[in-house]
């Protein structure tokens, strides 16, 4: 069963918590991974690799530059959900 926007954002949310400390609440739809919560590159290839885990989505290395916001990588999980 598709999981719904609202529950990919939450466990992102748990992901990023998990590799950064970062309060799962701070993670919002409109924040920028970089600019708004501080996410370093080697961090988010973490969060990336983690979600792809959590999700069962691949996630191209040439589309992870794609995902600045939180809502891309959401949408992204949404679209290519099993």
């Known amino acids: ?7 990919i954002l939450k466990g992102l949310a748990e992901i ?9 609440e701070e993670v919002q739809m ?4 970089t ?7 080697l961090s988010m290839m973490t969060i990336v690799v983690n979600a ?11 589309e992870v ?3 600045t916001h939180v809502k891309d ?8 959900q099993g």
């Open 16 to 24: 990023v918590n998990e590799e950064t400390g970062l309060e799962p």
């Open 65 to 67: 530059k794609n995902l």
């Open 1 to 7: 069963m598709a999981l719904s926007e609202q529950e």
């Open 35 to 41: 600019e708004d919560l501080d996410i370093d590159s």
């Open 30 to 33: 409109e924040k920028s991974f």
């Open 52 to 62: 792809e885990d959590k999700f069962g989505v691949r996630i191209p290395d040439e």
């Open 73 to 80: 990588a959401v949408n992204f999980i949404n679209t290519n």
